[in-house]
Nanobody, 128 residues
C-alpha cells in the first residue's frame, strides 16, 4: 500500500505562489505515475497536472498551463506542485494521487480514473 500526505496548502492573495508537496510512504513510488487533482465543494475531482514515473511526460490542464509546474524527486519519494500567479478560481482542495504504471502516454496520465492511491487533500484558498 502507498500512503500519500500533502502539505503546503494555505491562504494566499491573488498573484501569489504556493508550493505543494506530497510525501509518499509504504512503498517507493519511483515506478508510479503521479498527479495533482483538485476539487471544489460540490464539484468533480479534476486533474490539474500529472507526471510519468520517470518524469519524461507531463500534463497540465489548460487552466494552469504556464503557471503551475509539477515535479518529482524519486530519491525522496516526493511529488511537488509549484503554483504561481494564483487566481481565485484556483481555490480548491488539492489531492495528490498515484498509480503504478510505466505509461508515459498523456491521454492515460491525464485521466483521473487511472489513479488508485490518494492523499487526504490540502486546502488552497486564493483571495481576490
Amino acid at each position: 500500500q502507498v500512503q500519500l500526505v500533502e502539505s503546503g496548502g494555505g491562504l494566499v492573495q491573488a498573484g501569489g505562489s504556493l508550493n505543494l508537496s506530497c510525501a509518499a510512504s509504504g512503498r517507493t513510488v519511483s515506478t508510479y505515475a503521479m498527479g495533482w487533482l483538485r476539487q471544489v465543494l460540490g464539484g468533480e475531482r479534476d486533474i490539474v497536472a500529472a507526471i510519468s514515473w520517470n518524469g519524461a511526460s507531463t500534463y497540465y490542464a489548460d487552466s494552469v498551463k504556464g503557471r503551475f509546474a509539477i515535479s518529482r524527486d524519486n530519491a525522496r519519494n516526493t511529488l511537488y506542485l509549484q503554483m504561481n500567479s494564483l487566481k481565485p478560481e484556483d481555490t480548491a482542495v488539492y489531492y495528490c494521487a498515484a498509480a503504478r504504471t510505466y505509461s508515459t502516454a498523456i491521454p492515460r496520465l491525464s485521466g483521473p480514473t487511472l489513479y488508485n492511491y490518494w492523499g487526504q487533500g490540502t486546502q488552497v484558498t486564493v483571495s481576490s
